[in-house]
């Protein structure tokens, strides 16, 4: 997969509220996917369709432990993402703007 392929699987995977709400879930710490069920009003099959498409784009990792899916955040993946976001947006007379969640 080439680098532009890669990155639009990361835009992809940020471009829906609930799984814009599900990464600030997991920036906390690693979630069951039971937990990350009860905070939304969704069916488990759309949780498992969300969780597919961050998985796949290498932002969130799954660990089986067994019969339920525990999910992290891949935070290389996320730190190269940010360098991609500020490689393209940066100017020299420009501040450079960096995001925290609170936890």
Known sequence: MNDHTERSLL???LSDPNRIRI???LSCGEL???TILEAFSLTQPTLSHHMKILCRSGLVV???EGKWTH??????KFLD???FIEKISSDAG???IYFDTKC
């Open 23 to 25: 990464v600030d879930m």
């Open 71 to 76: 999910y992290s955040l891949n935070r290389g």
């Open 94 to 96: 420009k501040e450079r």
């Open 11 to 13: 835009f992809k995977a």
């Open 32 to 34: 069951c996917a039971c």
């Open 81 to 83: 993402f940010i360098s």
């Open 62 to 64: 799954p660990r089986k």
